[in-house]
Every structure is written in structure tokens, then in C-alpha cells.
């Protein structure tokens, strides 16, 4: 393979670990959401520390673009 295919390889493997990894937090999500000993101010800090970790994701791959 020349260089340009090996690094398109590496650029769809890296796209599918950060799917990967926002998949993965979006199931621990919803699981601790299910928990009915959380409460609303807990789930609310659970959803920003989430959605905080997905834009450091989508932030990561745009300056690997």
C-alpha cells in the first residue's frame, strides 16, 4: 500500500475509536441514568461532564482534519 492509503486506513481507524468511545459514554449515561438513587442535580452534572467529554472528541478530530 503506498503512504496515502496507509493513512487513510489510519485516519478511519482513529474516526472509529472516537465513535467508539462516544458510544461507550452515552451507554454509561443512560445506565446511571436508569439508577433510581440519582437525583436531578446529579443526572444534570452527569449530562454536562458527558456532553463536555463528546466535544473534547469532536474537537480532537477536527485538528486531526
Known amino acids: 500500500m503506498s503512504s496515502s492509503h ?6 478511519v481507524i482513529m474516526m472509529q475509536l ?3 468511545e462516544k458510544q ?3 451507554k ?5 441514568l436508569q439508577c ?3 437525583g436531578v442535580i ?8 458527558a456532553f463536555t467529554k463528546l466535544a473534547d472528541f469532536d474537537n480532537l ?5
Do not use: T
Open 6 to 11: 496507509i493513512n487513510l486506513v489510519d485516519e
Open 24 to 26: 461507550r459514554l452515552l
Open 61 to 65: 478530530s477536527e485538528i486531526k482534519e
Open 36 to 38: 433510581s438513587n440519582f
Open 42 to 49: 446529579h443526572e444534570q452534572l452527569l449530562f454536562e461532564k
Open 18 to 20: 472516537f465513535f467508539n
Open 28 to 32: 454509561r449515561i443512560h445506565i446511571k
